[in-house]
Structure formats: C-alpha cells, structure tokens
Nanobody
Framework: QVQLVESGGGLVQPGGSLRLSCAAS????????MGWYRQAPGKQRELVAT???????NYADSAKGRFTVSRDNSKNAMYLQMYGLKPEDTAVYYC?????????WGQGTQVTVSS
C-alpha cells in the first residue's frame, strides 16, 4: 500500500501563491502516475494535474498557465506550485497515485482563496 501525505495548504488572498507537497511512503519510481485532485464543498472531485514516471504532465484547463506539477524521485515527493489563485480554486486538494492497477489517495489539504 502506498501512503500519501499532503502539506502546504492554507489561506491566501486572490492572486496569491501556494506550493503544495505530497510525500509518498514508497519509492515513487515504482508509481506509474501521480497527480493532484481537488474537491470543493458540494462539488465532485476533479482532476487538477498529473505527472508520469517519465515526467510527462497534463493539466485541467482551469490549471493551465497557473499551476505547475513536478516530482522529485530522490525525495519521493510531488509538488503543485499554484500562482494567480482565484476564489474558485478553494477546495481540499488531494494527492493521488496509480500503481499496479490501484488508486491511492492522501488525506487532503485545505486551500482557501479569500480576501
């Protein structure tokens, strides 16, 4: 089983920035795909960004140009750098991993964008 722990969430003003981190219990070289999802109150969980073992990235349209996903295999960590945050970015952000046909999720970290 892969354990995932997010950190870095918090309260930020519109236009501000945050960097989220995800620490994995396993060597992330063994994980095919990692990514970030988010879920706002009353909304379904939605994809934000993914990154493959080889470093290929994909982004939701809402994240393109503002968010950057990266991974550091030596630290078993994944990151989400967020710029130009908007109130509609407010959500619980979840770390995600896919390995051997299974999905794994972190506990989530709250991001609140408000003036």
């Amino acid at each position: 089983q892969v354990q995932l722990v997010e950190s870095g969430g918090g309260l930020v003003q519109p236009g501000g920035s945050l960097r989220l981190s995800c620490a994995a219990s396993e060597n992330i070289l063994s994980i095919n795909v990692m990514g970030w999802y988010r879920q706002a109150p009353g909304k379904q969980r939605e994809l934000v960004a993914t990154i493959s073992r080889d470093g290929y990235t994909n982004y939701a349209d809402s994240a393109k140009g503002r968010f950057t996903v990266s991974r550091d295999n030596s630290k078993n960590a994944m990151y989400l750098q967020m710029y130009g945050l908007k109130p509609e970015d407010t959500a619980v952000y979840y770390c995600y991993a896919y390995r051997w046909g299974n999905n794994y999720w972190g506990q989530g970290t709250q991001v609140t964008v408000s003036s």
